[in-house]
């Protein structure tokens, strides 16, 4: 058979498009190339048309991880809820700094709480350690996450990380009872298990997300971490006030084996190999990344970790992550011990950011994929913009809300803003790595998401040792800034992203063969032969 790869290759000024082969009007392909004879040619006139959204395998690949990522941050902020309870009160009344600057807000509860739970008495310093443990095993996995799933596959490593998570999670209970070193060792290895989630996910997409659903499919897939913690939050506090802490792992743990099951089930790593994909929508997908990915087994480290596309989402990552992270820590602390209102036990208001931040996700995906169908707006323009509304709104709103005193509503209001405008950041840098080198996203990811893995770690130590009368211009101090890297990160990013696959080569100075930038289309096979290339069809080098 002959190479497509003459076909293929555009001309040195050639720019790329953001244009799918089935939207360019291409001509019909001969009946005897279609996957069955007896079916219709698809329609080159939308994505809709050629492949419809509803029922398709794609759109159940995103829900399915979407519930996958609702489960993963339930495993992973369930513990900063149960550990109020986990924790003898006597314990932590001679380490408490709560200011009185403020009036107090709380209202008396006249629910009895169960105390059936078992109590630890470890101090402010133990309970850092506990929570903090997770970072340390989360970013040992992530490049090696990345590599993994771009060899064998991200379906086994995504759910069996899942699957593992659950499991040190139904054991949470066993390893407290062992004490401080066996708990800590636990939630390292659930940092291990989640770890390779990330990357695993980001490796399955460049191969079932056609380039102009990248932004939908993807803000889908990853919104229900942030759904997760809107729901764990609460939920976790009412298991614990009506039941004890034990419960709230027990439910986790069970609701993570169940997914993993029906992930096991119903996915497939390629639509090639998926059973029930129609003709028409693996055609559709195929076609549409067919000069996006390479077979090309090495990876060009060198290269790779020279390039400036790359190190600016590194710089927008972690500067995103120092806000969120500072954030989901320290936020009811800061509602505790500063505006005086104890947030654990209205854990609905806790959760009403991270709420604002899982609608904004899925509108903004919505809205960027459209912009650049439908209104032809290029990739890069997209993503810097939605980066700089996700990164500078937030950062506007956080610094607001530590100058607003003790006003309680419109503390909560102006960080909900906060948080909310940073679901755009989910169509801007988090998917820059499929623009710009779609066959090794999942290890591009791992690379950004070590380094954004170090704020969790760092961030809110350094918030603890900035306010240790916890008085509102000790905070102030804090909010200012997270804000302040996070208008770094999106200038950084807005100068030096890139938004097609092309650029990316040409930044490394080398021919990475391995990248699919000027690369030869991987040929999409079916049952009765290879799928022929019109020689009629337009040129390019692809999408951007």
Not at 208 to 221: D, F, V
Not at 436 to 442: E, N, Q, R, T, V
Not at 457 to 474: C, F, H, K, Q
Not at 491 to 511: P, V
């Amino acid at each position: 058979m002959k190479s497509p790869v003459s076909d293929l290759a555009p001309s040195d000024g050639e720019e790329g498009s953001d244009r799918t082969p089935l939207l360019q009007r291409a001509p019909r392909a001969e009946t005897g190339d279609l996957p069955n004879p007896g079916i219709k040619p698809v329609s080159a006139v939308s994505p809709e048309l050629a492949a419809p959204v509803c029922c398709s395998a794609r759109y159940n690949l995103a829900f399915l991880s979407f519930f996958g990522f609702f489960v993963l941050y339930s495993l992973r902020v369930n513990l900063s809820v149960a550990l109020v309870d986990m924790v003898d009160s006597n314990t932590t009344a001679k380490d408490n700094r709560t200011s009185y600057e403020c009036a107090e807000h709380s209202a008396p509860i006249k629910v009895l709480h169960n105390q059936t739970g078992k109590k630890y008495r470890w101090d402010a310093e133990t309970q850092g350690w506990i929570l903090g443990s997770f970072f340390y095993g989360y970013i040992i996995t992530q490049i090696p996450g990345g590599y993994v799933a771009s060899r064998s596959g991200g379906k086994l490593l995504l759910g069996f990380g899942i699957f593992a998570t659950a499991i040190f999670t139904l054991f949470t209970p066993l390893a407290a009872d062992f004490g401080v070193g066996a708990l800590v060792a636990l939630r390292a290895l659930e940092g291990l298990g989640e770890g390779v989630t990330y990357p695993a996910m980001h490796a399955m997409w460049s191969s079932w997300a056609p380039p102009l659903e990248r932004s939908k499919l993807l803000s889908i897939s990853y919104a229900g971490a942030q759904l997760g913690t809107v729901v764990s939050l609460p939920l976790s506090g009412v298991i614990c006030y009506y039941m004890n802490w034990t419960y709230v792992f027990y439910f986790f743990g069970i609701v993570g084996i169940i997914w993993f099951i029906l992930w096991i089930c119903l996915v497939s790593d390629t639509p090639e190999t998926h059973k029930t994909i129609t003709p028409y929508e693996k055609e559709y997908i195929l076609s549409s990344l067919k000069n996006q990915l390479s077979s090309q087994k090495s990876v060009p480290w060198i290269p790779m970790l020279k390039s400036l596309p790359l190190w600016a989402i590194v710089v927008a990552h972690f500067s995103y992550n120092w806000t969120f992270y500072t954030l989901l820590t320290l936020l009811p602390t800061y509602m505790k011990e500063v505006l005086r209102f104890n947030i654990q036990e209205n854990g609905f208001l806790s959760a009403v950011p991270y709420l604002g931040c899982w609608l904004c996700m899925i509108l903004s995906g919505q809205a960027a994929d459209n912009l650049r169908a439908r209104w032809n707006f290029s990739t890069l323009w997209v993503r810097r913009v939605f980066s700089l509304i996700g990164m500078i709104g937030p950062a506007i709103f956080l610094v607001a809300a530590g100058f607003i005193g003790c006003d309680y509503s419109l503390a909560v209001a102006f960080l909900t803003i906060s948080t909310t405008l940073g679901g755009f950041c989910s169509s801007g840098f988090s998917i820059n790595h499929l623009d710009i080198a779609p066959s090794y996203a999942g290890i591009l990811l791992g690379i950004t998401n070590t380094f954004a893995t170090i704020p969790g770690m760092i961030g809110p130590i350094i918030a603890r040792s900035l306010t240790p009368e916890n008085t509102i211009g000790e905070w102030q101090t804090v909010f200012c800034i997270a804000a302040a890297i996070n208008v770094f990160g999106a200038i950084f990013f807005t100068l030096f992203a890139k938004g097609k696959n092309g650029d990316f080569e040409k930044l490394t100075g080398s021919k990475m063969k391995g990248l699919a930038f000027s690369l030869p289309c991987r040929d999409a096979k079916n049952s009765s032969g290879v799928i022929k290339r019109n020689p009629n069809a337009p040129r390019g080098r692809g999408y951007s």
